[in-house]
């Protein structure tokens, strides 16, 4: 729909560009004329004729109409870069959003296969008296809860498979699940004192930029509309009732005739018309103010969750480093039986959130960093 968008507008621009140039049309007729019952002989006529017009743009309205249409059609091929910017990002954060909702998936397995183990433990451990038939229900509520949950992560997964097959358009084609890329993404380098002029390759600016300079033309075509419009027009015409001899000199007439329309009437419409255009331009500068501001915003946003992402990953993965020690500790005390078998059940369960909570960062980081691309209209490159 963009390019077409495009497309209709490079149209639109080259019927208002041609009004500013000659128009020249051409005619042929012939006339076939018989007497009654036969009483005079058929007579026939050829007429031919060729019929020029030319509008003199002394105060610049055609030349301002055809400049709109111009900046109309530049803010349109804007539009549509802003379209495929906007495809990149969608395909790639629904691309990761797969990425996330399979390694949960996997995650949630092979935690399953863990409680599953430590369930037949606690049941040996039961068979042998070391234990009571409170820590075996407890074993078995991990299983059931940790199955509830992989059952949700794979209704997760088909909608984060569907999501992806709309955006890129092929719904027979996946990322293969054998050989998963890792989850981590590098981050855009930019250079220390990075210049704000790089907004300017925004397309939403660009195109603000270019609606901006077709309003400040359509003004320049309104208030010409109050000046006198000059015509020329002029013709050659021929008749002959014999064909051969229609272009002869004797057969043709010429006439030229130039024409002044001074608006006198219609000065109202005019006024309007210019108090029209004037005011849209003036929303065309706040809409201008209004994307660079929001330019501004959204390269802060991006820049300052950047460290913040990061410091959140990294503290959480010393968590799961000690999380895991925990763990450990404490199954070897509730095999002596210092401990009961509750503290391994809060240990696994931590372990186990921990775990999702790291992929959900490091997605919420793979999506700013695809959030600092859009913003800088399409990433930066040195």
């Given at each position: 729909m963009a390019a077409l968008k495009v497309q209709e507008a490079r149209a639109q621009y080259n019927v208002t560009d041609a009004d500013r140039y000659p128009q020249l049309n051409t005619s042929l007729a012939a006339?076939?004329?018989?007497?009654?019952?036969?009483?005079n002989a058929t007579t026939r006529e050829y007429n031919a004729g060729l019929d020029a017009s030319f509008e003199?743009?002394?105060?610049?309205?055609?030349?301002n109409l055809s400049e709109a249409d111009r900046q109309n059609f530049f803010a349109s091929e804007e539009a549509q870069r802003a379209v495929h910017i906007l495809l990149v990002s969608n395909v790639s954060q629904n691309y990761f959003n797969q990425r996330l909702a399979y390694e949960q998936l996997n995650i949630a397995r092979e935690t399953l296969k863990n409680y599953q183990q430590s369930y037949a433990f606690v049941e040996?451990?039961?068979?042998?008296?070391?234990?009571?038939?409170?820590?075996?229900?407890?074993?078995?509520?991990?299983?059931?809860?940790?199955?509830?949950?992989?059952?949700?992560?794979?209704?997760?997964?088909?909608?984060?498979?569907?999501?992806?097959?709309?955006?890129?358009?092929?719904?027979?084609?996946?990322?293969?699940d054998k050989h998963v890329?890792?989850?981590?993404?590098?981050?855009?380098?930019l250079p220390a004192n990075l210049?704000?002029?790089?907004?300017?390759?925004?397309?939403?600016?660009?195109?603000?930029?270019?609606?901006?300079?077709?309003?400040?033309?359509?003004?320049?075509?309104?208030?010409?509309?109050?000046?006198?419009s000059v015509s020329l027009t002029g013709g050659i015409s021929g008749s002959s009732s014999d064909l051969s001899s229609l272009f002869s000199a004797?057969?043709?007439?010429?006439?030229?005739?130039?024409?002044?329309?001074?608006?006198?009437?219609?000065?109202?419409?005019n006024k309007a018309n210019l108090t029209l255009a004037e005011v849209r331009q003036q929303q065309t500068v706040v809409s201008y103010e209004q994307k660079i501001q929001t330019a501004f915003k959204e390269v802060a946003d991006a820049l300052s969750l950047r460290e913040t992402i990061s410091k959140q990953i990294?503290?959480?993965?010393?968590?799961l480093d000690s999380l895991q020690i925990t763990l450990q500790r404490a199954r070897g005390l509730y095999s002596s039986g210092a401990v009961s078998y509750i503290e391994v059940i809060d240990a696994e369960r931590a372990l186990f959130s921990t775990q999702q909570s790291i992929l959900d960062l490091k997605y919420s980081q793979q999506v700013n960093e695809i959030n600092l691309f859009t913003a800088l209209g399409g990433g930066w490159a040195a």
């Open positions: 006339n076939y004329k018989g007497g009654v019952n036969g009483e003199l743009d002394f105060f610049g309205k055609l030349k040996q451990q039961l068979i042998t008296g070391s234990t009571n038939v409170l820590a075996l229900e407890q074993a078995r509520g991990l299983i059931e809860s940790t199955r509830a949950d992989i059952a949700k992560r794979e209704g997760e997964l088909a909608q984060a498979n569907n999501a992806l097959q709309l955006v890129v358009g092929k719904y027979n084609e996946l990322p293969d890329a890792q989850m981590d993404i590098n981050p855009v380098k210049s704000s002029d790089i907004l300017l390759q925004r397309p939403d600016i660009m195109e603000a930029e270019h609606a901006l300079k077709a309003a400040d033309a359509n003004i320049g075509a309104a208030r010409a509309a109050f000046f006198p004797g057969s043709g007439v010429w006439n030229f005739m130039p024409k002044i329309e001074i608006p006198i009437f219609n000065a109202g419409r990294a503290a959480q993965l010393r968590y």
